[in-house]
């Protein structure tokens, strides 16, 4: 885990023409994005937009046209972008004899989970763990926890490599709104305080409103992107979220 | 010792290192076929033993054995690249394959009255092992032991969620052809001992025991093969006392096992 720094601003993502297409049929095209480190940037779009794709594209699970750079603004130097990746549910079962540990090391380590426990490999997970206030969980079996455990659990996962890049599905079930309000102030405080950039696909409005600093509205391709103000007072936002919008207004 | 009087006949003390090699082995794979929920999958494979058999017949092949764990390693290629692509749920689309294949093995195998020359394969029997065969479940143990070091931690992870997978760059596609083919070979090489009736029984056992009452990895393990190897033991020492097929008596012996720790995980809430 990385030492708490202060985004430098200095790194960017680019995203040029990217697409995907599943035969004949075109789920995503001429996608252009820039995300800077420090900022938070917020996906939505109606059911069917293309969200998880765009996400599964670039995690490179899709096959996609188009670049994904990883830049360096200063030298223009192109650097390996490490991704973390936040899920919204796991395929796991009630009675599913999985720990925290035994997820967190088999994503992250080669020491087999099936044999001792890792002591080195525990106590980086512990400490990853503790910045979610998650640490207790360490021994807990994973399906056994509450829908905000798992997120917290999750996003540990997620950050434990130092990412410079943080991609989350917004959980939907699960999770309450105080739980709700704690996941978006918590990823609010991972952008502020630690050297990465994070695309959140999200299906609440108003969160987007109160905590993102960018916002990506996406049909397809990219209708509009912008600040919350730009794109929230576009036309095509108006026109994607007819029905919804007279609740934002309040 | 009159305890041991049964390991002074030759086949005896075969059988016993054969169950010594194939109940940790199967106690081993169980957890990885219970945790992906393929235990239809594994029985599907079992059954494609005797299609495998008859294909072999059909080309004039005279190694059977070979025929058949290579039909078996295809056939799980197959089953699961069409699983990954056809709409519909995974347990239907096995089922029409295995279905299919046991037909064609049948009607194969079964042409001119011949069939019970092969029945043998439906139970199995471990006492007619011979030193060689039990050198070839050696090896493959060994293969799955290094498999296992080397591939678990990536198996749970694709099993846990594919994309988080890979994100962390590990192929979902490679890892679950390759534990396919895995389980594919161990089901060949140990069909003829254990027998197509039952041999998913004792993959899937332990396994499900151990889950009754594990909560991490290493207990389940640990559980899953001494579940097996216990009962694999005692179930060929039954069997030779009793007079009764050993594959059968380890079965029963597992499915105990299942019950007792069923109930007792019920009662500690595990």
Redesign the interface.
């Known amino acids: 885990m990385q030492k708490i720094i202060k985004p430098c601003g200095l790194h960017c993502i680019k995203v040029k023409h990217l697409g995907v297409s599943l035969g004949q049929q075109i789920i995503l095209e001429d996608i252009n994005l820039h995300i800077h480190c420090g900022s938070l940037n917020a996906v939505i779009g109606r059911n069917g937009a293309g969200k998880s794709t765009l996400?599964?594209a670039i995690?490179?699970?899709m096959e996609h046209t188009g670049t994904i750079e990883f830049k360096d603004r200063e030298n223009g130097k192109i650097q390996k972008l490490k991704?973390?990746?936040v899920?919204q549910?796991?395929?796991?079962e009630k009675?599913?004899?999985?720990?925290v540990?035994?997820?967190i090391?088999?994503?992250?380590?080669?020491?087999?989970?099936?044999?001792?426990?890792s002591r080195k490999i525990s106590e980086k997970i512990q400490e990853c763990l503790k910045i979610f206030e998650a640490d207790y969980l360490l021994?807990q079996?994973v399906c056994n926890l509450s829908g905000g455990e798992l997120q917290r659990v999750l996003l540990s996962m997620a950050i434990l490599d130092s990412p410079n890049l943080l991609?989350l599905d917004e959980p939907v079930s699960g999770i309450d709104q105080n739980g709700m309000e704690l996941f978006y102030q918590t990823i609010y405080r991972l952008k502020e305080n630690y050297d990465l950039a994070v695309i959140l696909i999200s299906h609440d409005l108003e969160y987007v409103r109160r905590y993102a600093d960018q916002v990506i509205l996406l049909d397809k391709t990219v209708l509009r992107q912008g600040s919350v103000k730009e794109v929230f007072q576009s036309q095509e936002f108006a026109e994607v979220f007819q029905a919804e919008r007279s609740k934002i207004k309040k | 010792m009159k305890m041991f009087s049964w390991l002074q006949y030759d086949f005896m003390k075969y059988a016993f290192l054969a169950v010594l090699i194939i109940t940790p082995l199967f106690g081993l794979m169980g957890t990885m076929i219970v945790n992906r929920k393929m235990a239809f999958f594994s029985d599907a494979l079992g059954h494609s033993a005797l299609t495998g058999i008859a294909v072999g017949v059909v080309f004039g092949v005279k190694n059977t054995n070979l025929s058949m764990v290579i039909f078996a390693v295809v056939f799980a290629l197959l089953l699961n690249q069409i699983s990954s692509r056809v709409a519909a749920s995974t347990d239907t689309v096995i089922s029409v394959f295995s279905s299919f294949s046991i037909a064609l093995g049948l009607a194969i195998l079964s042409k001119g009255g011949n069939f019970s020359r092969y029945s043998s394969i439906l139970v199995g029997d471990i006492l007619s092992i011979t030193p060689q065969e039990i050198l070839y479940l050696a090896l493959i143990f060994l293969i799955t032991l290094v498999f296992w070091l080397f591939g678990f931690n990536k198996l749970l992870a694709v099993s846990l969620n594919r994309t988080l997978a890979k994100s962390r760059h590990i192929s979902a596609a490679w890892m679950e052809n390759l534990f396919a083919v895995l389980t594919a070979l161990i089901v060949m090489v140990s069909i003829k001992w254990v027998g197509i009736l039952i041999i998913n029984a004792l993959l899937i056992l332990p396994a499900a025991s151990a889950r009754n009452i594990s909560e991490t990895m290493r207990e389940y393990h640990f559980f899953s093969i001494l579940f097996s190897v216990f009962s694999g033991v005692l179930g060929l020492v039954v069997s030779y006392h009793v007079n009764v097929a050993a594959g059968p008596a380890i079965v029963i012996l597992a499915s105990v096992i299942y019950f007792v720790t069923y109930v007792w995980g019920r009662k500690h809430n595990l």
Request: proline content about 8%; overall charge neutral.
């Open positions: 996400i599964r995690l490179g699970e991704i973390g990746y899920p549910a796991l395929n796991i009675q599913t004899p999985v720990s540990y035994d997820m090391a088999a994503y992250h380590s080669n020491a087999p989970v099936f044999l001792r426990k021994d079996q991609l």
